[in-house]
């Protein structure tokens, strides 16, 4: 254990018994880092808006509103990443007719920074991805699925870094068993790898290795299958593994009012996210950083 | 607009730390979450909408092209165990892919069985368009040749009376229940043989273990025709003036 974890680990058990109650409201803020991360998933080829009629969606989502009110979050704070969990192909004839080249185009001119692959986006097979792959602008992550034969080979990374204002961010991708979801002749010889391996060995490279200062994992396992409680989902996986921050989540269409905060192997909180589908919400999750100096300065208020 | 904020303990540790002289290193301390519904509120931006203004118009234009005329109203709900539009739809998928499955096997289709559910949207009495078709059927699903032993078959028909819903069944099949008793089976004017096999036509969804018809698991055989559902309706209409269904009594029971 080197000496930072270790004085955050002590700090863990005695902060909690001396400051607890106070908030961190009463810091000037000036010297915080703010990282902003907003998330989309399972648009499924959803570009227009809901028809003002629609029954259960009147009026809700579209890609060009999407982009004005990314565009003014982002004016607000440079300091933000957007972000896709998945299955953005199949579900309005834009995808039939195109087969996704429209999407990618999209998300590209909204300056999404990285996606995963959903089970959908295997519906005109690992070519008809692979075709579409030139018009996106952003980088797909899996981590996974093995892709090494197949024409993704080395075109989807495990995980990407980004630094931000000093701070590093570590996004990686998980994907669904295929199996039974897709068609072997479609998703061909990508493999599919146990997720909860995958990402203590992904975790620690960005923790140890990449030295991330946040961990996000996009993730299309699903949120969770009460009938099933077997099956791996975002809240086993977030109960089961250390080092992630967030996921973000996809496949299940899960509408959540605010993320679920599930406690992981050392005792931290994960928080874990979805926003439905169709683009009829986009989620926003703003990180604060800050350092010693500024809190030894203001006074020793620390949120517990 | 839902706002949260979420307290946790990692900022604590900077407590013990500005005691302990360690580089200045930046650590989490707060986390906010919002969701944001996307809604008219939002003005639409114009780069944007330029850009999908073009694939727009034309999807548009192709999906408004009339295929065929339909004198009546088709749906999956105008008949008790059989509907207009299930029994078009299984009509027509045989017709289309018979001719594909006799090519490579020199066999015929005994009948078709899709899922009641599976019928996504109705077609109003008047012109149909590719966008019906497409709304019909919006999943990229294929057709199927699936060779079941007479027990399966009999699995299939516990499955029908049992689930007593409005399944599309292809006109080749005449299967009636007094009650629950079974009065009727016949496929293609023969009375059901337990000791053969048939080849019955559905969907790659369906086989796989769709709505619970297990009976499609672990056939004696599975020919893939590599031809999309969707396709098969598109072909069709296509190549149809005017659409002939009715309600025929193929499947029914009565009390």
Same mark, same amino acid.
């Given at each position: 254990m080197n000496r930072r974890n270790f004085i955050q680990n002590t700090g863990l058990v005695t902060a909690g018994l001396t400051l607890g109650g106070l908030s961190l409201q009463s810091f000037s803020t000036d010297s915080r880092t703010k990282i902003t991360i907003l998330h989309t998933n399972d648009t499924h080829s959803h570009i227009d808006p809901f028809a003002a009629n629609h029954p259960k969606y009147p009026n809700q989502g579209g890609v060009s509103?999407?982009?004005?009110?990314?565009?003014a979050i982002r004016k607000e704070?440079?300091?933000?990443?957007?972000?896709?969990?998945?299955?953005?192909?199949?579900?309005?004839?834009?995808?039939?007719?195109?087969?996704?080249?429209?999407? &990618?185009?999209? @998300?590209? @001119?909204?300056?999404?920074?990285?996606?995963?692959?959903?089970?959908?986006? &295997?519906?005109?097979?690992?070519?008809?991805?692979?075709?579409?792959?030139?018009?996106?602008?952003?980088?797909?992550?899996?981590?996974?699925?093995?892709?090494?034969?197949?024409?993704?080979?080395?075109?989807?990374?495990?995980?990407k870094t980004f630094v931000k204002n000093g701070i590093?961010?570590?996004?990686?991708?998980?994907?669904?068993?295929?199996?039974?979801?897709?068609?072997?002749?479609?998703?061909?010889?990508t493999k599919y790898n146990d997720p909860i391996a995958i990402t203590q060995q992904i975790t620690n490279t960005l923790k140890k290795e990449e030295h991330c200062d946040l961990i996000i994992c996009l993730s299309h396992l699903g949120y969770q299958y009460k009938g099933d409680p077997t099956k791996i989902s975002d809240l086993k996986l977030a109960a089961a593994t250390n080092n992630i921050d967030l996921i973000i989540g996809g496949h299940t269409h899960t509408f959540l009012d605010k993320p679920t905060s599930v406690t992981n192997t050392d005792g931290k909180q994960v928080l874990v996210n979805q926003v439905?589908?169709?683009?009829?919400?986009?989620?926003?999750?703003?990180?604060?950083?800050?350092?010693?100096?500024?809190?030894?300065?203001?006074?020793?208020?620390i949120p517990v | 607009m839902n706002y949260f904020n979420f307290?946790?303990?990692?900022?604590?540790?900077?407590?013990?730390?500005?005691?302990?002289?360690?580089?200045?290193?930046?650590?989490?301390?707060?986390?906010?979450?919002?969701?944001?519904?996307?809604?008219?509120?939002?003005?639409?931006?114009?780069?944007?909408?330029?850009?999908?203004?073009?694939?727009?118009?034309?999807?548009?234009?192709?999906?408004?092209?009339?295929l065929s005329y339909t004198p009546i109203d088709l749906n999956s709900f105008d008949g008790k165990l059989e509907s207009t539009l299930g029994n078009l739809l299984a009509d027509l998928c045989y017709e289309q892919a018979n001719p594909v499955f006799n090519k490579r096997t020199q066999k015929n289709i005994d009948f078709v069985l899709f899922n009641h559910g599976g019928i996504r949207a109705p077609i109003g009495k008047g012109g149909i368009t590719k966008r019906h078709a497409f709304q019909l059927m919006p999943f990229e699903n294929t057709l199927v040749v699936v060779e079941l032993t007479g027990d399966k078959v009999?699995?299939?028909?516990?499955?029908?009376?049992?689930?007593?819903?409005?399944?599309?069944?292809?006109?080749?099949?005449?299967?009636?229940?007094?009650?629950?008793?079974?009065?009727?089976?016949?496929i293609n004017k023969q009375n059901f043989d337990p000791s053969k096999n048939y080849y019955v036509l559905t969907s790659d969804y369906l086989q796989k273990g769709g709505d619970k018809m297990n009976f499609f698991a672990n056939p004696v055989s599975l020919h893939e025709l590599d031809y999309k559902f969707r396709a098969a309706i598109l072909d069709y209409f296509a190549k149809t003036d005017t659409i002939k269904t009715q309600l025929d009594q193929r499947f029914k029971r009565l009390n």
């Open positions: 509103r999407r982009a004005t009110l990314i565009n704070n440079p300091n933000t990443l957007l972000l896709d969990a998945g299955d953005i192909f199949q579900g309005t004839p834009y995808f039939n007719f195109y087969g996704g080249e429209l999407e &990618f185009k999209l @998300m590209s @001119m909204l300056k999404y920074d990285c996606a995963t692959l959903g089970n959908h986006d &295997f519906d005109n097979g690992v070519a008809g991805f692979y075709k579409q792959l030139p018009h996106a602008k952003f980088d797909f992550v899996s981590a996974n699925y093995d892709f090494k034969n197949t024409l993704l080979d080395t075109l989807v990374k495990p995980y590093k961010i570590g996004v990686f991708g998980l994907g669904v068993e295929l199996d039974g979801l897709v068609l072997k002749q479609l998703y061909k010889e439905g589908k169709y683009g009829i919400n986009v989620g926003r999750v703003d990180f604060y950083f800050d350092d010693l100096k500024n809190i030894t300065s203001n006074g020793g208020s | 307290k946790f303990l990692a900022g604590c540790a900077l407590f013990l730390m500005m005691f302990s002289c360690t580089p200045s290193k930046k650590q989490l301390v707060e986390i906010q979450t919002r969701l944001i519904p996307v809604t008219d509120t939002y003005q639409t931006d114009s780069l944007i909408e330029n850009y999908i203004l073009p694939y727009r118009n034309s999807v548009h234009k192709e999906m408004s092209t009339v009999l699995e299939m028909v516990t499955y029908l009376n049992k689930s007593n819903r409005a399944h599309p069944i292809s006109k080749h099949v005449k299967l009636h229940f007094k009650k629950d008793v079974m009065t009727t089976f016949t």
